[in-house]
């Protein structure tokens, strides 16, 4: 059974950046999409990007569009959010999740996410 796990959060001052990494055991991550969701404070969950199994096809929230960015090594079997100029709304809980679907699938709602990772807190404050 495919478990993930994600690593990466922290601290970080407005402007600074993180990598997010999102770690796979029990299957092989190539067979999946991955995505990765925030959740703040009271809110509601949403998808900010995602990447199919191939790596050849992405889907996010326009908003993040020109900070953020995903990759995947399917040698390493991880998947890797970088978050570039961190702003406070950026603050949350991020989660990573495994889909099936075909070579190019993508998807940016939680209910096509079969398996997900517990979260790790990123926290943008001065």
């Known amino acids: 059974q495919l478990q993930l796990v994600e690593s990466g959060g922290g601290l970080v001052q407005p402007g600074g950046s993180l990598r997010l990494s999102c770690a796979a055991s029990g299957d092989t991550l190539a067979s999946y999409y991955i995505g990765w969701f925030r959740q703040a404070p009271g809110k509601k969950r949403e998808g900010v990007y995602c990447?199919?199994?191939?790596?050849?096809?992405?889907n996010y929230l326009d908003s993040v569009k020109d900070r953020f960015t995903i990759s995947r090594d399917n040698a390493k079997n991880t998947v890797y959010l970088l978050i570039d100029s961190l702003q406070p709304e950026d603050t949350g809980v991020y989660y990573c999740?495994?889909?099936?679907?075909?070579?190019?699938?993508?998807?940016?709602?939680?209910?096509?996410?079969?398996?997900w990772g517990q979260g790790t807190q990123v926290t943008v404050s001065s």
């Open positions: 999740a495994a889909g099936a679907g075909d070579y190019y699938s993508t998807s940016l709602r939680p209910r096509d996410f079969n398996s």
């Open positions: 990447i199919s199994s191939s790596g050849r096809s992405t």
